[in-house]
C-alpha cells in the first residue's frame, strides 16, 4: 500500500531536520583517532568456545573442573573489558569459591551424572547478568546517578532459578540509562563498545550482556526486553537472544518496574552464544510457567508454515532497511526452500507502517484500574522529585547534568503525549493484532529484520531514533522472538533476522534458531576479523 501525501511529506520533514542535526554533530563532533584501530585479541582458550551445555557435561564428566572453565572467563573478561567496557562490576573471588562448591560436590555424588544433570543442568557454568536484574550484593542502579550506592539484597527469580540450577553469576553488566535507549551508556558506568567495532554501539538495553558475550567474556547472560532490548543487542553483536512470550518468565526485581500496562509487554529472556543453550536456559528461568510453551515437543521444520516480511511498509519516522539485510533474508528464504522443501509466503501487513506510534500510544495506556504508568521524568528524579527535562538540557549544554541526552530527550517527548489515546492508532494494532494471530497460529513461523541497518557508531541513534520499532512493535503484540545471527556482513558487523511465532509457540522459533546456526554458521570470533 502507498504512502498518502501526508505520510510522504512527514517522511521529508522528518528525515530533513534529523539530518540537519546529523550534520551539525558530525560538524562539531571532536577528531580523534578512530578506536577501531584497536581490535579484540582472538579466543586463545578452547574452552571458551564450548557452549554451555557442553561445559556441564564436562563439568559433570569431570572432565574439566568448574574453577577451570570460571578463571577461563574470568581471564577472558580481564582481558576485553578494557576494550569493550560491558561487565561494570565482578565478583571474581566469590564466583572462584563458588566453582570450588562445584568441584566438591561433584566429587562426593553418588548418584551419578544422571542425578546431577537432572537437579543441576547447569552445575558450574559461569553466567553474566544484566545490572538492571536483581543480583544479590551487587549494584542495582540502571546507571542512574542518584542510584549510586543501590545494591540488590535479593535474586531476580530468573537469577536465582539459574543459581539453583548450578550456574555462577561472574558480574553484572552495563545498561542504557533506566533501560530505555538502544546505545548503553550513562553517566555512572560510561559508554559500552560493540566488540566488531570499538566505534560502534552494542545496543541496548542488555547492551552490556551482548558485548561481553559476544565478545566471549561470558557463555550465557540474562536479558529483559520491552523495545528490543533483548534482541538489538543480539543483532548487533552477532549472538542468540530470545523474547519469551509474556508474563511466562518472572519480571520481577528488576529497575525501573513496570507500571500502568508495560508488564503486558516485558520479557525476560536467555542471551548466548550458541543456539542450543537458549532451550535449557528458557526451561529453567520459566520455572513453574515452563509446561505453557511446549519446549519438550518436537519440532519438524518441513511442518511449518513460514512467512516473511521484508520491511515494514515505509513508515515516517523509520529508514529503509539496508540492502545487505534485505539480501541476506531473502538468502535465508532461499535456503529455506531449498533445504526444507517448504514455501516461504511474502507478505504485506500495512499497519506496521504505524509501528512506533502503536509502540508509544500502547506503553502509555493506564492499567485497569485507571492508573497511568510511571512517568519517566519520575524515574529520572529517583528516589527524590522528578526531573525538570527542560533545566536538564540547559544544564546538559553545559556539561552540567547528570543525564544522558536520550533520557533528556525521551522526558521531553513525554510531555508532548495527548492525554486520550488516538482511536485511529489503536484501530490500526487491533487490526495487526489480528492479523498476525491469524497467521501464525499454532504451527507458523515469521522472519523479519532485526533493524534498518547494522550496528550504528556511537550517538548516531539520536538521529535515528525510532528505528527501534522493528523489534518493538513485537513487544506490544505479545508474540516470542528469537533474534539469531546470520555472518557478517561488508564491514565485518553481523548481520541477522528475528523469528517470530504465534503466543506461546516459543519452541518453533527456538528450533528455528538450530537451523539457522547450522546453515548460517552462528556467532563469529570478532578478535578473528
Not at 167 to 179: I, R, W
Not at 226 to 254: A, D, L, W, Y
Not at 313 to 325: C, H, I, N, Q, W
Not at 466 to 474: A, R
Amino acid at each position: 500500500m502507498a504512502l498518502s501525501r501526508l505520510e510522504k511529506a512527514q517522511t521529508w520533514l522528518f528525515r530533513a531536520v534529523t539530518g540537519f542535526f546529523f550534520m551539525i554533530f558530525q560538524f562539531l563532533s571532536t577528531r580523534r583517532p578512530p578506536a577501531s584501530a584497536r581490535k579484540l585479541p582472538p579466543v586463545s582458550n578452547p574452552l571458551l568456545l564450548q557452549s554451555a551445555t557442553q561445559l556441564a557435561r564436562k563439568i559433570r564428566r569431570k572432565e574439566v573442573s568448574s574453577v577451570e572453565v570460571v578463571q577461563a572467563y574470568i581471564d577472558r573478561i580481564q582481558e576485553v573489558n578494557p576494550l569493550v567496557n560491558a561487565v561494570v562490576k565482578d565478583r571474581f573471588a566469590a564466583a572462584l569459591q563458588e566453582a570450588a562448591q562445584v568441584d566438591k560436590l561433584i566429587e562426593e555424588e553418588t548418584g551419578g551424572e544422571e542425578v546431577l544433570e537432572d537437579r543441576l543442568p547447569l552445575l558450574g557454568v559461569p553466567l553474566s547478568v544484566k545490572e538492571s536484574y536483581s543480583l544479590q550484593g551487587m549494584p542495582l542502579t540502571t546507571g542512574l546517578m542518584s542510584r549510586r550506592g543501590v545494591v540488590a539484597s535479593v535474586d531476580a527469580p530468573p537469577v536465582a532459578l539459574l543459581k539453583r540450577a548450578g550456574a555462577v553469576p561472574l558480574g553484572v553488566t552495563n545498561t542504557s540509562e533506566l533501560c530505555m535507549w538502544f546505545e548503553s551508556h550513562n553517566h555512572l558506568y560510561g559508554r559500552t563498545c560493540n566488540p566488531y567495532d570499538l566505534e560502534r554501539i552494542p545496543g541496548g538495553s542488555s547492551g552490556g550482556e551482548g558485548s561481553i558475550l559476544a565478545a566471549a567474556g561470558a557463555i550465557i547472560g540474562v536479558g529483559s526486553d520491552i523495545g528490543g532490548s533483548i534482541r538489538m543487542p543480539c543483532f548487533f553483536n552477532g549472538i542468540f537472544g530470545h523474547k519469551t512470550t509474556p508474563g511466562v518468565v518472572s519480571c520481577e526485581n528488576q529497575y525501573p518496574p513496570t507500571s500502568g500496562r508495560q508488564n503486558e509487554y516485558l520479557s525476560s529472556g536467555p542471551m548466548c552464544r550458541y543456539a542450543e543453550d537458549l532451550l535449557p536456559m528458557l526451561k529453567i528461568m520459566a520455572g513453574p510457567n515452563a509446561h505453557k510453551l511446549s519446549l519438550n515437543t518436537d519440532v519438524d521444520l518441513k511442518k511449518l508454515r513460514f512467512f516473511s516480511i521484508p520491511h515494514d511498509g515505509g513508515s515516517a519516522y523509520t529508514y529503509p532497511v539496508s540492502k545487505e539485510l534485505l539480501d541476506i533474508q531473502k538468502k535465508v528464504v532461499e535456503r529455506l526452500e531449498a533445504d526444507l522443501g517448504v514455501r516461504v509466503q511474502q507478505v504485506c501487513l500495512p499497519e506496521l507502517r504505524y509501528g512506533f506510534q502503536i509502540w508509544d500510544t500502547y506503553m502509555g495506556l493506564p492499567d485497569k484500574e485507571g492508573k497511568p504508568p510511571l512517568a519517566f521524568a519520575e524515574l529520572m528524579g529517583e528516589p527524590g522529585r522528578p526531573v525538570w527535562a527542560l533545566w536538564e538540557l540547559l544544564k546538559r549544554m553545559v556539561g552540567k547534568s547528570d543525564y544522558t541526552m536520550p533520557a533528556i530527550m525521551l522526558a521531553l517527548l513525554e510531555m508532548t503525549h495527548l492525554s486520550k489515546p488516538s482511536p485511529f492508532i489503536i484501530q490500526q494494532k487491533e487490526a495487526l493484532q489480528k492479523k498476525m494471530d491469524e497467521l501464525l497460529g499454532t504451527d507458523g513461523v515469521l522472519l523479519y529484520p532485526s533493524h534498518p541497518r547494522v550496528a550504528p557508531k556511537h550517538h548516531h541513534p539520536l538521529f535515528r531514533p525510532f528505528d527501534f520499532v522493528y523489534t518493538g512493535i513485537l513487544n506490544i503484540l505479545g508474540l516470542p522472538v528469537t533474534q539469531c545471527p546470520l555472518g557478517l556482513g561488508e564491514e565485518g558487523l553481523p548481520l541477522g533476522v528475528q523469528v517470530v511465532a504465534g503466543k506461546l509457540q516459543d519452541h518453533l522459533t527456538l528450533a528455528v534458531a538450530l537451523y539457522l546456526e547450522k546453515t548460517f554458521g552462528g556467532w563469529r570470533d570478532p578478535g578473528a576479523k
